[in-house]
């Protein structure tokens, strides 16, 4: 996987505290995206949860294990960090919802991103995204492949969505664990962009209308899980590359 953008990628839930995601956003997106990059690794996106108005949701990438370490060592051990985690924690309950997750092969990276707007940016793309999340009995193998290529991502296509990425649970032991991460866990992640909340609600009527999607693709794609599919609604913040 060295040609891919992101080989190791970490998923974030926060809850935060009521009324704490303005706060955290705007403190995010003004100090933590270009610091963060500067140590090594990559903000892809940031993102309100659209059902639930105290939760932040963001993903950032590394290029491996060993440079992961590396980068989060630097970050917070720095000085920018240490200059606002009492504020940035003061939004948090709970900030360990964290999937570590790796491309599901080499056609399902991330793509290259969007220009992100300059700091101080602060008109919110109309765009949307969807993070569709599967957990598995069993660890994904070459044939989960096959079926996201071969049936998924053609009718996500088909009824309107854009996918951008698909992810699996990358089982290498977290290289940092002052930052948790879940583990035992076989997850499995696809991200779809919509131009806006309207192409969304289409894309969610056609997928559900289709007779493919309901008595062909679901029966394969649940017969593994253990629960059902949960899907995250996400609206990118100012600043987000994903956008």
Same mark, same amino acid.
């Given at each position: 996987?060295? %040609?891919? =953008?992101?080989?190791?990628?970490? *998923?974030?839930?926060? #809850? +935060?505290?009521?009324?704490?995601?303005? /706060?955290?956003?705007?403190?995010?997106?003004?100090?933590?995206?270009?610091?963060?990059?500067?140590?090594?690794?990559?903000?892809?996106?940031?993102?309100?949860?659209?059902?639930?108005?105290?939760?932040?949701?963001?993903?950032?990438?590394?290029?491996?294990?060993?440079?992961?370490?590396?980068?989060?060592?630097?970050?917070?051990?720095?000085?920018?960090?240490?200059?606002?985690?009492?504020?940035?924690?003061?939004?948090?309950?709970?900030?360990?919802?964290?999937?570590?997750?790796?491309?599901?092969?080499?056609?399902?990276?991330?793509?290259?991103?969007?220009?992100?707007?300059?700091? %101080?940016? =602060?008109?919110?793309?109309?765009? *949307?995204?969807?993070? #569709? +999340?599967?957990?598995?009995?069993?660890? /994904?193998?070459?044939?989960?492949?096959?079926?996201?290529?071969?049936?998924?991502?053609?009718?996500?296509?088909?009824?309107?969505?854009?996918?951008?990425?698909?992810?699996?649970?990358?089982?290498?032991?977290?290289?940092?664990?002052?930052?948790?991460?879940?583990?035992?866990?076989?997850?499995?992640?696809?991200?779809?962009?919509?131009?806006?909340?309207?192409?969304?609600?289409?894309?969610?009527?056609?997928?559900?209308?289709?007779?493919?999607?309901?008595?062909?693709?679901?029966?394969?794609?649940?017969?593994?899980?253990?629960?059902?599919?949960?899907?995250?609604?996400?609206?990118?913040?100012? =600043?987000?590359?994903?956008?």
């Amino acid at each position: 996987m060295s %040609g891919l =953008r992101h080989p190791v990628v970490e *998923l974030r839930q926060y #809850t +935060l505290r009521a009324g704490g995601r303005d /706060v955290l956003v705007d403190l995010f997106d003004r100090e933590f995206v270009e610091t963060q990059e500067a140590a090594g690794m990559a903000v892809v996106g940031q993102f309100h949860d659209l059902a639930d108005p105290d939760r932040f949701v963001w993903l950032r990438g590394f290029p491996d294990m060993p440079r992961r370490a590396a980068a989060l060592h630097d970050f917070y051990g720095g000085p920018i960090w240490r200059r606002h985690r009492e504020q940035a924690n003061a939004t948090m309950v709970d900030s360990d919802d964290v999937l570590l997750l790796r491309p599901l092969d080499g056609r399902s990276g991330f793509p290259a991103p969007a220009v992100r707007p300059p700091v %101080g940016h =602060r008109d919110r793309p109309a765009s *949307l995204f969807t993070a #569709t +999340l599967c957990h598995r009995a069993e660890p /994904v193998d070459t044939s989960f492949a096959d079926l996201f290529h071969r049936r998924i991502r053609p009718l996500l296509v088909e009824t309107g969505a854009t996918p951008v990425a698909c992810l699996s649970t990358e089982y290498a032991e977290n290289t940092f664990p002052a930052l948790p991460v879940r583990t035992g866990e076989h997850v499995v992640c696809w991200l779809s962009r919509f131009a806006d909340a309207g192409r969304l609600d289409d894309h969610l009527r056609r997928l559900d209308r289709s007779r493919r999607w309901r008595d062909e693709v679901l029966p394969e794609l649940s017969g593994p899980l253990c629960t059902p599919p949960r899907q995250l609604r996400l609206a990118p913040t100012a =600043r987000s590359a994903l956008r």
